[in-house]
């Protein structure tokens, strides 16, 4: 099966691209990224030489259209995916989440190709702390960031082409992603590197607000299992019930890695930051016999936290940066 990854040079599609040629000896792979800020060729190592890697932009129809053309199956990750990022700049996020998308639809559209849209829980909006109710597949969209916005809107299109042109695709929208290879502007890989380099972890607002984690290895193999099994045009939520708050997942990270729990700093809070996320898999598990795999949430942060200490050459140079870039939004408040 010849598949198309976008985005292979970042977090999660990097994942998928070593768990793909590590479980999938049938799976031949291009990877198509424009190494942004967000993705390098350093995430690929160790099978760099397995993978066909072509530089380019989703919204560039002229580069897509021949990778299209010759593959089975295009899995698309590739997207400006910082929500604080977008509260900045929104613009690179209309260009790659919405126009990219577009331009990624019209290609495997010409050539009748299997297409599967990777998105995220962020599009239902968020949940009040005490609400029993979790995210469904029924859920009403309703984005609160410009991240946010351009992933609802990238859904809303490929479900126009599915209904419209028969475009044979699939979605699914999946919770928050941990594991190695995450970029350090993101929390968990944050707070680590933070660590690592003598520096408090950085909490945004009360603390309060939960997020549903899942292992980006139990991510990618619910995508194989939409590949192989899903059913066209339909969705399907990821989630691996991994509620937890943003202060105890910062106490949990001073604690495995030998600090004073109580020692990171409030900074400013992010603008309309959303208060809960949380999923309910079960259209995923039922119909398709999924589940996760992974151990507990504090087994993966433990290897996670492993990962960042004996691979600092990948993430040292960018940290530096990165903070630079938060000095300029948040301050330190107590
Ligand atoms: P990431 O920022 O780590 O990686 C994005 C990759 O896309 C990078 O390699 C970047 O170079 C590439 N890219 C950006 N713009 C491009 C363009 N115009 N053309 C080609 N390549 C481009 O993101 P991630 O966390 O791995 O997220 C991957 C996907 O999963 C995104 O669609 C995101 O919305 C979705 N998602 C992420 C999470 C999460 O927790 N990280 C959760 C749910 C869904
Ligand atoms: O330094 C920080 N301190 C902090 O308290 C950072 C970077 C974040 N936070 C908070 C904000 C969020 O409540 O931690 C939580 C997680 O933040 P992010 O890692 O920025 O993730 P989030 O905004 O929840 O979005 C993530 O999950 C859904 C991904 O970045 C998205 O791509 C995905 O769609």
């Known amino acids: 099966m010849r598949v198309l990854v976008t985005g292979g040079a970042g977090f999660i599609g990097s994942n998928f691209v070593h768990r793909t040629l590590a479980t999938r000896p049938d799976a031949e792979v291009t990877v198509l990224d424009a190494l942004t800020y967000a993705g390098s060729t350093t995430s690929l190592d160790g099978v760099l030489d397995r993978v066909a890697f072509v530089e ?45 998308t577009f331009t990624m639809l019209e290609a495997v559209r010409r050539h009748d190709v299997r297409y599967h849209h990777i ?15 979790r995210f469904t597949e029924d859920t ?21 082409w599915v209904r419209s042109f028969g475009v044979r695709a699939t979605l699914s929208n999946c919770s928050n992603n ?22 408090r972890p950085k909490l945004y607002g009360d603390g309060l607000n939960v997020r549903d984690w899942i292992h980006v290895d ?31 997942v910062i106490r ?11 020692a990171f700093d409030h900074v400013t809070d992010r603008a309309g930051h959303d208060r809960r996320y949380a999923i309910e898999a079960g259209r995923l598990r039922q119909e398709l016999g999924w589940a996760p795999r992974y151990g507990t949430f504090r087994d993966g ?18 940290k530096e940066a990165t903070e630079a870039k938060y000095a300029l939004t948040q301050q330190v408040l107590t």
Do not use: C
């Open 252 to 262: 949990l990270v001073l604690e495995l890695m030998g600090q004073d729990p109580e």
């Open 301 to 318: 942060l433990a290897a996670t936290i492993d990962w960042y200490r004996e691979n600092e050459a990948w993430w040292r140079p960018v």
């Open 119 to 133: 998105s995220t829980d962020e599009v239902y909006g968020d949940l009040e702390l005490d609400d029993p109710e």
């Open 218 to 248: 139990d991510h990618n193999d619910a995508l194989w299992t939409i590949l192989e099994h899903g059913r066209i045009g339909h969705t399907y939520l990821v989630g691996a019930d991994g509620e937890m708050n943003n202060v105890d």
């Open 56 to 100: 380019g932009d989703v919204a560039d129809a002229a580069a897509v259209d021949p990778l299209v053309a010759r593959s089975d199956v295009v899995v698309h990750f590739a997207a400006e995916s910082h929500n604080d990022n977008s509260l900045t700049d929104p613009t690179p996020f209309v260009r790659t989440n919405l126009v990219g």
């Open 140 to 160: 009403p969209y309703a984005p609160s960031s410009p991240y946010s916005a351009t992933k609802a809107g990238s859904d809303h299109l490929v479900r126009a």
């Open 178 to 199: 941990y594991g190695p290879r995450q970029h350090v502007e993101k929390f968990i890989p944050r707070q680590v590197t933070n660590v690592l380099d003598g520096q």
